[in-house]
């Protein structure tokens, strides 16, 4: 989840940072970075996906997973259709994210009606401490950094200093978050 956090809350930036010189233009990182920020909204969900799919692998059970994979397809291609038109290139990336979601949250239900999977209390009490901490690390991303446009008027030296203080204050902010809501330290560092 604070990947997907920074990656919505930085997608210009870090466009700018990486890519801003040469053919691309300011127009080219706009959109670049909406399309980021659609994708970043499936993030947790495409991990969520390579770490359930082999609870279903574990069993011999390929098949399930191979079901939901489609209707999570049908889902992406219905949504392509639907969401090109008004969105553009933005509407694909967003339509990828919901089918990842789709795809995850089946597989989910799938595995816990199954009685494969039961998340206890210490995995909602992670997912609820990851989710504030990524909260307030997106905050503090977007309150403190420069103004976003400004990324797009300066030299890749200073954009690329910037994002080094980018990457310090949203690790800093979501482990202290995160050490606040009982996480230990080491754990965060094991994580990484």
Same mark, same amino acid.
């Given at each position: 989840?604070?990947?997907?956090?920074?990656?919505?809350?930085?997608?210009?930036?870090?466009?700018?940072?990486?890519?801003?010189?040469?053919?691309?233009?300011?127009?080219?990182?706009?959109?670049?970075?909406?399309?980021?920020?659609?994708?970043?909204?499936?993030?947790?969900?495409?991990?969520?996906?390579?770490?359930?799919?082999?609870?279903?692998?574990?069993?011999?059970?390929?098949?399930?997973?191979?079901?939901?994979?489609?209707?999570?397809?049908?889902?992406?291609?219905?949504?392509?259709?639907?969401?090109?038109?008004?969105?553009?290139?933005?509407?694909?990336?967003?339509?990828?994210?919901?089918?990842?979601?789709?795809?995850?949250?089946?597989?989910?239900?799938?595995?816990?009606?199954?009685?494969?999977?039961?998340?206890? =209390? &210490?995995? $909602?009490?992670?997912? +609820?401490? %990851?989710?504030?901490? !990524?909260?307030?690390?997106? @905050? /503090?991303? *977007?309150?403190?950094?420069?103004?976003?446009?400004?990324?797009?008027?300066?030299?890749?030296?200073? =954009? &690329?200093? $910037?994002?080094?203080? +980018?990457? %310090?204050?949203?690790? !800093?902010?979501?482990?202290? @978050? /995160?050490? *606040?809501?009982?996480?230990?330290?080491?754990?965060?560092?094991?994580?990484?």
């Amino acid at each position: 989840m604070p990947a997907a956090a920074a990656l919505y809350g930085l997608a210009l930036p870090l466009i700018a940072t990486i890519f801003l010189r040469g053919e691309l233009t300011e127009g080219d990182t706009r959109m670049a970075a909406l399309s980021l920020q659609a994708f970043a909204v499936g993030l947790p969900a495409f991990v969520w996906v390579k770490v359930l799919a082999p609870g279903y692998f574990a069993q011999q059970d390929t098949a399930t997973p191979f079901r939901i994979a489609s209707i999570a397809v049908v889902t992406n291609v219905a949504l392509n259709l639907a969401l090109f038109s008004w969105w553009g290139h933005v509407g694909l990336a967003f339509a990828t994210s919901v089918s990842g979601w789709v795809n995850a949250l089946l597989l989910l239900r799938g595995l816990m009606r199954d009685g494969r999977y039961r998340p206890g =209390r &210490a995995f $909602w009490l992670t997912c +609820a401490r %990851a989710m504030v901490g !990524s909260a307030v690390m997106l @905050v /503090a991303l *977007l309150w403190l950094m420069p103004e976003p446009t400004s990324w797009l008027s300066v030299d890749g030296w200073t =954009r &690329a200093l $910037w994002m080094a203080g +980018a990457v %310090a204050l949203g690790a !800093s902010s979501y482990g202290a @978050v /995160a050490v *606040l809501l009982g996480e230990k330290p080491r754990s965060l560092l094991h994580r990484a």
